[in-house]
């Protein structure tokens, strides 16, 4: 029922701005965004768009909160079925394959195409286009883009006879002083876990990510036909997630991602793996003394990276493309990535948007933002195929099934990849 | 009182509604059938026709044996329990207590609140460490349950929640038919010199039994149905332990976009809730009526 609602709600907002788009000659921008963090997202892109609105009075812009990424998605790609898409939308940078296949997106490569642009779209951190980009052209400009790290608690570093400014480096480390942060009562309960790592659904397979990065290897290639689910790289992840579990350092079974920042923040874990989109959130939040490190790492550092870019639908006018270029090009222009990343956690995406004073001093204020900008050069882009959701799914099912103790790592593991391997098989 | 409609108002009369059904309920129900002989066609993939392949992959499909298993023990594990509440609480404010209508409403309650609301707040209730349900295990000194992050717990978990949000709409059916129960059956009764049990037991819910079926069955295909307490509190997760038929529909069709699959897995739905439909019409028809 509220799937269907939402849908025919969708379907006739397209279809009403599309028609008030043609009665003007100037562009008529839609601008479907998400929000996937604890922060005021919607607030600040509303401040940002008006800004550019009144800058642009010849064009007009309506800014759209769509619900999650998933929705967002969902809502736009409905859209663009119907033939009344967003002009512009921030979606997930996992969604390219999907984007391309449903054949909804342009190249901004083929409209950014002068010189000055080609310098604009090279001035981004390499590691946020390596998925934005396929067969060559670009697709897709990195606008909230994060990647997780190692949040801790210094105050429970310190109670447990552990240095608060050295966070633990290597999965042995994290077991080694896991067991000293976990603490139980006197009916033997544990009141404090060591840490959390995220295990359920997408979160889990996006943090699953991370650890595959840290032994070496990557879940999935550029091609988007690959999926390596089934490696030694995989087994490795799977067995320090139930190792931490057997030596009491984490909670035995799956653990929601949604939870998890209460959690920390409560006090129920001495530290956690997540996005550094909660690093506001925490910083707003938190009544005790923490730091933020690199992801614990199997044999180096290693991380994925995720979040959403901006990405130019098909279906639209020269005028509404090159209206929607600009508008892009102001949303990550010095000034206004450096107003988002510090408004929400995000990492800011140009190298020029840290050299602003803003962001200077926000990184004095807050050094634990630096943290996922240095752990840029060690993270992967996240799982991404066609198919995506479907392939994803064999995943997450495999990491589910052995964090909940009902399969072996080897023989989860060899199934999720049978199963991935059977929907790619269609694409080679 | 026998005036006949004038023939015109009656075609339009008749042709509205059957504009509504066949554009929301036909036209949506034969296009899934259709669709789920061809294949999920897309730029890089040709739309093809491939005859009874999705209902092959519907055989062999690990995740629809679960999704099945679960629906089930989910009908089977919600309907006595919330029927068995529902007269119990109906009972209850049925008698002549003080602070009935107090007791009515707070009965009520979960039934008006949006599902979408109640599951945010159990979702909370449930969280491991800091709930509301931690937090009363912990009074007696037991260790936390991950309700939601366990295979074992998850399904239950949601059933719980289920239960507590139906029982008190199925009272209200009770209440009605309770009302309806003829006091001189009871005089006559109590004159013979039967108990309160009895009366109950012997009077009363033999007098409620439309009322069960009724609601039996309804709750039956609303158990295959539900699919919002799904998608707030467990994503069908972990492991597939909560998913439910139609939030696998959801899933199949939204997230990973298999439309044909989708309309494979619509087909088997609708299929199965005809039958329960059929079967519904079949034991009213029989069984629901005393004279």
Redesign the interface.
Known sequence: M??LTKLAGSCCTAAVFSLAATSLSAAELEFYFPVGVNAPAVETIQALTDEWAAQNPQHSVKAIYAGNY?ETT?KA?TAANAGQPPQVAVLLSIDLF?L????VIVAISDIANTPQDQAWINGFYPGFMKDAQFEGKTYAIPFQRSTPVFYYNKDAFRAAGLDPETPPKTWDEMIEMGKKLTIKND????TQWGTRIPT??LGGAWLFGGLVVSKGDVLTTETGIEARIDTPATKASLEFLLELSKQEVM??????WG?TP??FL?G?TASMWTSTGNLAFVEENATFDWGVGFLPGGDGPGAPIGGGNFYIFEDTTEEERAAALDFIKFMTAPANAAKWSIATGYVAPRPDAWDTPEMKAYAERLPQALVALDQLQFAEREFAT??R??VT?YL??AI??V????AEPAEALKNAQEGADAVLA??Q | MNKRLPFGLAVIMLVIPTLLLVAFTHYPALRALMNSFWNNASSRRPSKFVGVENYQALLEDDRLVQVMLNSTFYAIGTIPVAIGLAIGMALLVNAKLPGTSLMRLSFFMPTMLPMIAVANIWLFFYAPGIGLASQILGVFGLPPINFLGRTETSLISMMFVAVWKEAGLFMIFYLAALQAVPENLKDAARLEGAGRVRIFFNIVLPLLRPTTIFVAVNALINAFRLVDHVIVMTRGGPNNSSALLLYYIYEVTFSQRDFAYGATLTVLMVGLLGILAAVQYWVLNRKAHYQ
Do not use: H, R
């Open positions: 509220t799937i998933e969902t790609l999907t391309i296949e449903e054949d009916s033997g309960n544990v359920l659904g909670a035995p079974g799956g653990i929601s939870d209460k959690a409560e129920q066609f198919q959701a479907k799914q997450v099912d589910e099934s964090v909940t103790g009902n269609d694409y």
